[in-house]
C-alpha cells in the first residue's frame, strides 16, 4: 500500500479550468514531489517542496503551476488554466530527511483535459 | 535533452531465466541512481539504489550493477518471475539536487 495517497484518481476537466490535485502523506515529513508522466513518455520532474517553500523547479512548471501545504497535512498542486498537454499522470512522492532515502510516490492523479 | 537512456522498448523472458534491464547516462554529475517498477495505474515503485561510489548492490533477485567509466547501469533480476512482468524505469540525481530524472523505461514481460 503507498505511503502517499492521492486524490482524486481520475480528473476530468475543461481547458481553461482550474484543477487542484491532492496528496496526503500518512507520516510527517518535509520533502514533498510532483512528477508527471505524459502517456507514453518519460516521469519528469515539476517541483520539490520543503519546508513549506519551493525549493526547485522545473521548466514545465510555469506561472501556471503552483504548490501549496495549506493545512500542514495535504499537498497540492494547483493548474489556473488547464491545457490539453496538461493532460498525463500526475504523481505526489516523498522521501526522509537526509540520507540516500529513494522517493516513494503514490498511485497518482489521471488528469484530461478536454 | 535525453540525459537517461533506456534503449530496449521491451523485453521478453521465460520464468525463472535472467532478466538483465539496461540504462546509460551522459552526466557524470549524476552521483546516485536508482531502479523503479512500474504496474499500470500505479506509481512508480522503488526496487533498489546505488551509490556512484559502489559497483554493485544487490537485493534478494534483484542486482543492480554500475560502471561509471561506460556509464552504464543494469539491473538483473534472477529468477524471472510473472510478477516481475512491469515497466522498469531507471533514474538518476544529480549530486547538486535532489530531483529524479527518469529514463524512457523498459517493459518487461516475464512469460511461463
Known amino acids: 500500500e503507498p505511503e502517499v495517497t492521492q486524490t482524486p484518481s481520475h480528473q476530468v476537466t475543461q481547458m481553461g479550468q482550474e484543477v487542484i490535485l491532492r496528496c496526503v502523506p500518512i507520516s510527517n515529513h518535509l520533502y514533498f514531489y510532483w512528477y508527471r508522466q505524459i502517456l507514453g513518455q518519460k516521469v519528469e520532474f515539476l517541483v520539490s517542496f520543503y519546508n513549506n517553500e519551493i525549493s526547485e523547479k522545473s521548466e514545465i512548471f510555469d506561472d501556471q503551476f503552483s504548490v501549496e501545504r495549506p493545512d500542514g497535512s495535504n499537498f497540492t498542486l494547483k493548474i489556473r488554466s488547464t491545457k490539453l498537454e496538461d493532460s498525463a499522470m500526475y504523481f505526489c512522492a516523498r522521501n526522509r530527511v537526509g540520507g540516500d532515502s529513494p522517493l516513494h510516490f503514490g498511485n497518482g492523479t489521471r488528469l484530461t483535459v478536454t | 535533452d535525453q540525459q537517461v537512456k533506456q534503449n530496449s522498448p521491451s523485453l521478453s523472458v521465460q520464468e525463472g531465466r535472467i532478466s538483465i534491464l539496461n540504462c546509460d547516462y551522459t552526466?557524470?554529475?549524476?552521483?546516485?541512481f536508482l531502479w523503479y517498477k512500474k504496474y499500470p495505474a500505479e506509481g512508480p515503485t522503488f526496487l533498489i539504489s546505488i551509490s556512484s561510489i559502489k559497483d554493485k548492490n544487490e537485493d534478494g533477485r534483484f542486482t543492480v550493477f554500475l560502471n561509471k567509466s561506460a556509464k552504464h547501469l543494469s539491473l538483473h533480476i534472477v529468477p524471472s518471475q510473472p510478477g516481475d512482468s512491469a515497466v522498469y524505469f531507471c533514474?538518476?540525481?544529480?549530486?547538486?539536487?535532489?530531483?529524479?530524472?527518469f529514463g524512457t523505461g523498459t517493459r518487461l514481460q516475464v512469460f511461463p
Open positions: 552526466n557524470s554529475m549524476f552521483d546516485y
Open positions: 533514474a538518476a540525481v544529480p549530486g547538486d539536487t535532489d530531483k529524479l530524472i
